[in-house]
């Protein structure tokens, strides 16, 4: 229906949907931007003394080709280079992990390191009797290394 003589056109309906779908998505963006504006804002107005990250493999991530384009609409990067300057702004102590720091796998009750853990185990069970959520326990690891 759309041809012009051999070729297809855009009719002004087509054009006019595309323009929303542009918006939309300039919408998500700037959601996203904006969460992580009020998120690194939210952690430097509590005046820490350190902020401690780790550091994820980021484009280890991305090879996955059906979360890649989750991942980098997450601006993870973007994310840590805010956390870096809203820190040094406010003079703490802004460190990241080493990549290989094991935050997750680490027990910081005992210091005792898992080589099995699944990213299904939400709780982090330790032989010394430590029962945490896997995020607080990453979370206190990563604490202890500012200290
Ligand atoms: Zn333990």
Redesign the pocket.
């Known amino acids: 229906m759309n041809k012009e003589g051999s070729r297809f056109v855009k009719t002004s309906n087509i054009v006019k949907v595309e323009k929303s779908i542009r918006l939309l998505h300039r919408r998500l963006t700037n959601i996203r931007t904006n969460h992580i504006h009020q998120a690194t804002s939210a952690v430097a107005k509590t005046k820490p003394r350190a902020v401690v990250m780790e550091t994820l493999n980021v484009s280890g991530m991305m090879k996955n080709r059906h979360l890649s384009q989750a991942i980098a609409n997450q601006k993870l990067n973007e994310f840590i280079r805010q956390m870096k300057y809203k820190c040094e702004k406010r003079g703490a102590t802004f460190m990241q992990a080493d990549r290989w720091f094991p935050s997750s796998k680490c027990?910081?009750?005992?210091?005792?390191v898992k080589t099995h853990l699944k990213l299904s185990d939400r709780i982090y069970e330790?032989?010394?009797?430590?029962k945490i959520d896997r995020d607080l326990n990453a979370a206190i690891n990563l604490a202890q290394l500012a200290v």
């Open positions: 027990c910081s009750g005992c210091g005792q330790c032989d010394c009797g430590l």
